[in-house]
């Protein structure tokens, strides 16, 4: 298995509160793998160690061969942007700009020229069902529009990982599979590795790796 994310003996706490509990976690190049759990039972707070976005209290999280850790806070920050994608749970737009330079936004960052940025957003929104918005501003999306937008941002750059928390929570049947699609295409044909938290037992069951949290601990780890 060529592994690009390992985490080991991670542990997390919120004040006092202890939220994950030593857990161990691999992600292979391509793989596509479901965290589910009831609320409170660590899945968001392993996401975001696992993407480097909240440092854990103890044990390690590698990201092909970097112990993120080890990282500066600006080299850190630098990997995230170029090389990781996220969807947050609440789609956390640019609420100025519009749903096509939301999409861009990876691409802005890295230096790409604005007409090639925007152009591959667009695309990446059309294929979402948002190619009639592309020009409304966030402010004025759905919930469910922006989450779509918060897809697109996260795979406009092909990053090496998406890391995606309840992404398809605000969207109806057809779009949640859509932006499912979207996932598994770009794991299958960019050999993207792709972590989704998520309570819809349909999303999990078309994971590669489905894991179970509670507790803060991983109980069950079920491979297809």
């Known amino acids: 298995m060529d592994v690009i994310l390992r985490a080991e003996g991670v542990e997390f706490f919120y004040g006092e509160q202890r939220a994950l509990c030593g857990v161990d976690f691999a992600l292979a190049r391509g793989e596509v793998a479901a965290i589910t759990g009831s609320s409170g039972s660590g899945k968001s707070s392993l996401l975001y160690c696992l993407a480097g976005v909240l440092p854990p209290a103890g044990g390690s999280v590698v990201f092909d061969g970097i112990t993120l850790s080890s990282l500066p806070d600006a080299e850190l920050s630098a990997l995230r942007r170029e090389r990781i994608g996220f969807v947050f749970q609440y789609g956390e737009l640019l609420a100025e700009l519009t749903a096509e330079e939301n999409a861009a936004l990876p691409l802005r960052l890295a230096g790409v020229p604005k007409d090639r940025a925007h152009a591959a957003g667009a695309r990446v929104l059309g294929r979402l069902g948002m190619g009639d918005f592309l020009r409304r501003r966030a402010s004025g999306l759905s919930g469910g529009q922006a989450q779509r937008v918060?897809?697109?941002?996260?795979?406009?750059?092909?990053?090496?990982?998406?890391?995606?928390?309840?992404?398809?929570?605000?969207?109806?049947?057809?779009?949640?599979?859509?932006?499912?699609?979207?996932?598994?295409?770009?794991?299958?044909?960019?050999?993207?590795?792709?972590?989704?938290?998520?309570?819809?037992?349909?999303?999990?069951?078309?994971?590669d790796t489905r894991y179970t949290m509670t507790d803060g601990a991983i109980t069950q780890r079920v491979a297809v």
């Open 150 to 207: 918060a897809v697109a941002r996260a795979l406009v750059h092909q990053p090496d990982v998406v890391f995606a928390d309840e992404p398809t929570g605000a969207l109806d049947s057809a779009n949640s599979s859509a932006v499912l699609e979207e996932f598994l295409v770009l794991a299958r044909s960019q050999q993207t590795a792709v972590v989704i938290v998520t309570h819809d037992p349909g999303v999990a069951a078309r994971a």
